[in-house]
């Protein structure tokens, strides 16, 4: 069975809209972030509940139900004040209902199974770790987000991967990513998509959130 995997979407609609384009009718899970960066935060929500995507919490997510942003750069800290101002009572609530971890084919969490909002878990990570991720869990396939860049790496019989993020790539490539999961063959597949950064870029002003976030998505970093 192939499903799509997304994450990280930050509140850019306009990434969100190309992506789901490009995904079709797949089946689509949600890595976490749903807001924080961007200047879309209630818009992305509610596409996120209208369609039923299964999602986790992500750190931005967490940040944005608690307003503690103590370990955030001053960037994300003001994006996360700002979509607190911004957030309708429903999608605060719908955020408040995400889970931490996912269980069904598949095993997913927002950092990674040790410390599920906060662990970086980046291409370069140790393998050995890796596979002791998988003592958290009897799947035999992980998806980890937060990073913003995609990996994937098959250890034995099993997959982990991380799927990039459609709201804020910062692998050096600004087009929105995602993934295609077969579930079968333990294979995946990466995407990219372009989308209108100047729209988000000006919406990012208009709204008086950094301009620092908008000259990022035109670099992926
Ligand atoms: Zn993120």
Redesign the pocket.
Known sequence: MKIAVI??I?SNLYALRQVLKEIGKLDIICC??LV?YNPFPNEVVEMVRELEIPCVL???DHATITGNTTWFNPYAARAIEWTRSELSEENMEFLKTLPMVYEDMVYMVHGSPENQLEEYVFPDYPERILNRFFDYTEKDIMIL??T?VPFSLKIDNRLIFNPG?VG?PRDGNPMASFAVLDTGLKEVEFKRVEYDIDKVAREITEKGLPEFLAHRLYQGR
Do not use: F, L
Request: hydrophobic fraction near 5%.
């Open positions: 994450s990280d930050h976490g972030d924080g992500g750190n931005h987000g937060h913003h993020a804020q």
